[in-house]
């Protein structure tokens, strides 16, 4: 995928009583249960930082905020590298 695409979307059923056991509003649980998948995803070093907060519908700071709330272990791929090279490049323009 490259950065000007946009990843395609599927439906998925989640019960409403989840909202409950995540302590959280049954209108929030669809962003809640992308930033829990965001995270595993991340834990499981399947994903990279970037395409965690994409997924999560997050910044990257906030994804790593996230992170560091549960201690897991930031991990730095060579995407991740290239996407922070572009940021810096059009900051210093």
């Known amino acids: 995928m490259n950065g000007g695409e946009k990843m395609g979307v ?4 989640i019960p409403k009583d989840l909202a409950l056991l995540l302590k959280t509003r049954e209108k929030d649980l669809p962003k809640k249960v992308k930033e829990i998948l965001a995270v595993e995803l991340y834990r499981e070093k399947i994903i990279s930082i970037g395409k965690a907060a994409e997924i999560a519908g ?3 700071w906030e994804m790593f905020e996230i992170l560091a709330m549960k201690k897991i272990p930031l991990q730095y791929y060579p995407e991740d590298l290239e ?4 940021t810096l490049r059009k ?3």
């Open 10 to 13: 599927t439906s998925v059923e």
């Open 58 to 60: 997050l910044s990257k």
């Open 83 to 86: 996407e922070d090279i572009k």
């Open 91 to 93: 900051l210093f323009k």
